[in-house]
T-cell receptor, first 115, second 111 residues
Framework: EAQVTQNPRYLITVTGKKLTVTCSQN?????MSWYRQDPGLGLRQIYY???????DKGDVPEGYKVSRKEKRNFPLILESPSPNQTSLYFC??????????????FGPGTRLTVT | KQEVTQIPAALSVPEGENLVLNCSFT??????LQWFRQDPGKGLTSLLL?????REQTSGRLNASLDKSSGRSTLYIAASQPGDSATYLC??????????FGIGTKLQVIP
């Protein structure tokens, strides 16, 4: 089944403890992206990757890191999480980042709570 | 910076009614616009994608239009059903492949 998977689905952690949220897609997609969703603010793009080894900042990259060493994986790293990073996180992918005809497919989300 | 606005923020209609959801964006230099639905506590389900060169797309009871020059898109839902109750989001892909979402319209269809 074609899908985007995220792990973990739920995570409660403490301030400053490094964590990684994994994202994987099995559709051979070039473009991958991370978003966070907050009440009243909607979904905001954190980072995106046009293809392997190419990443770029979205609108809210502060406090996050990403890496794209393989086409299928795009982990989101929080080196020193803070309470304001408590949010619902979504990973998404599309066949290509260039061009206009490629829709994004979303993972199920990761609910992160930082205390 | 691209800004995306969705009006209304919430909408309640009786079953069977036709309805229109609106999405507006400030920068008309876009690649595409995508409509999603999101059920409570769930992920996003893609409904329709309209490329910048297209005027509309249809899927079943859904029809989305795009007027790039005026920065507007509408999602038309025909013969609404209780199962259509969800939050509807529009997302614009613009310069540098960045994606900007609206906050959404929360739809309730009353049986």
């Amino acid at each position: 089944e074609a899908q985007v998977t995220q792990n973990p689905r739920y995570l409660i952690t403490v301030t400053g403890k490094k964590l990684t949220v994994t994202c994987s897609q099995n559709m051979n997609h070039e473009y991958m992206s991370w978003y966070r969703q907050d009440p009243g603010l909607g979904l905001r793009q954190i980072y995106y990757s046009m293809n392997v080894e190419v990443t770029d900042k979205g609108d809210v990259p502060e406090g996050y890191k990403v890496s794209r060493k393989e086409k299928r994986n795009f982990p989101l790293i929080l080196e020193s999480p803070s309470p304001n990073q408590t949010s619902l996180y979504f990973c998404a992918s599309s066949l290509s980042g260039t061009g206009s005809g490629y829709e994004q497919y979303f993972g199920p989300g990761t609910r992160l709570t930082v205390t | 910076k691209q800004e995306v606005t969705q009006i209304p923020a919430a909408l309640s209609v009786p079953e069977g009614e036709n309805l229109v959801l609106n999405c507006s964006f400030t920068d008309s230099a876009i690649y595409n616009l995508q409509w999603f639905r999101q059920d409570p506590g769930k992920g996003l389900t893609s409904l329709l994608l309209i490329q910048s060169s297209q005027r509309e797309q249809t899927s079943g009871r859904l029809n989305a239009s795009l007027d790039k020059s005026s920065g507007r898109s509408t999602l038309y839902i025909a013969a609404s059903q209780p199962g259509d109750s969800a939050t509807y989001l529009c997302a614009v892909k613009g310069g540098y492949q960045k994606v900007t979402f609206g906050i959404g319209t929360k739809l309730q269809v009353i049986p």
